[in-house]
C-alpha cells in the first residue's frame, strides 16, 4: 500500500509568487490534513477535509492560503502571494477514518526569498 | 486549546541505554499519537495510543488518559533511535486536527 505522497519536495520562490502543494493522501482515507511548521516553532494543524468537504480549516492562517480537493481524491494547498514567513515544511497527513491514526507524508520544504 | 508538554527538551545517551519520553496533555483526548522524525525530516508512525500499554519491539508506550500524561520508553537504544520524537493529540469535540508538542530531541551516542 503506497503512503502518503507530496509534491514537489523542495520549492524556493520569491516573495509576491504564488506555489501550488499537492497532496495524494493513502487509497481509500476519507479524511485529508495539512499542517505546517515555520521558523522551527511547533507542528501546526491547518485544515482538515472529509472527502471534498472542508470539515475544519480553524488553523487557515490567512486568505492568502487556499486549500482544495476536488472529487475528494487528492488536495492541493495554494499560497498566493507568498511572504517571507510562509517557508516552512508544509506536511499532509490521511486517516481512514476521523480521530484515528493520521500517516504523513514527506512534507514540502517551501522557501521564499 | 489544548496543550501538550514534552519532557526532556534534549536527552543524549550512550547506545545501549534505556530511556523515557513523556507527555503532559491539559485536556481529555480520544487520539494520541508518537512521532519519530528521521535525519530527512519524516515523521514514522510508532503508535496510535489514547488509552493504555502498546509495545513494538525494542519500543513501548502507556497512556493513562485520566492523569493526562503518555509515556514512550526505548530500550536498549540504538544510534539509528536518534531524532525528534513527537507526541500529538486530538481533543474530538469536532476538531480532528493533531496539536504536538515541541519534540524531545534524543542524541544515541555510539
Known amino acids: 500500500e503506497a503512503g502518503v505522497t507530496q509534491f514537489p519536495s523542495h520549492s524556493v520562490i520569491e516573495k509576491g509568487q504564488t506555489v501550488t502543494l499537492r497532496c495524494d493522501p493513502i487509497s481509500g482515507h476519507d479524511n485529508l490534513y495539512w499542517y505546517r511548521r515555520v521558523m522551527g516553532k511547533e507542528i501546526k494543524f491547518l485544515l482538515h477535509f472529509v472527502k471534498e468537504s472542508k470539515q475544519d480549516e480553524s488553523g487557515m492562517p490567512n486568505n492568502r492560503f487556499l486549500a482544495e480537493r476536488t472529487g475528494g481524491t487528492y488536495s492541493t494547498l495554494k499560497v498566493q502571494p507568498a511572504e517571507l514567513e510562509d517557508s516552512g515544511v508544509y506536511f499532509c497527513?490521511?486517516?481512514?477514518?476521523?480521530?484515528?491514526?493520521?500517516?504523513f507524508g514527506p512534507g514540502t520544504r517551501l522557501t521564499v526569498t | 486549546g489544548i496543550q501538550v508538554e514534552q519532557s526532556p527538551p534534549d536527552l543524549i545517551l550512550q547506545e545501549g541505554a534505556n530511556s523515557t519520553l513523556r507527555c503532559n496533555f491539559s485536556?481529555?483526548?480520544?487520539?494520541l499519537q508518537w512521532f519519530h522524525q528521521n535525519p530527512w525530516g519524516q515523521l514514522i508512525n510508532l503508535f496510535y495510543i489514547p488509552s493504555g500499554t502498546k509495545q513494538n519491539g525494542r519500543l513501548s508506550a502507556t497512556t493513562v488518559a485520566t492523569e493526562r500524561y503518555s509515556l514512550l520508553y526505548i530500550s536498549s537504544s540504538q544510534t539509528t533511535d536518534s531524532g525528534v520524537y513527537f507526541c500529538a493529540v486530538v481533543t474530538g469535540g469536532g476538531a480532528d486536527g493533531l496539536t504536538f508538542g515541541k519534540g524531545t530531541h534524543l542524541i544515541i551516542q555510539p
Open positions: 485536556d481529555s483526548v480520544n487520539n
Open positions: 497527513a490521511s486517516s481512514r477514518d476521523r480521530a484515528y491514526e493520521q500517516y
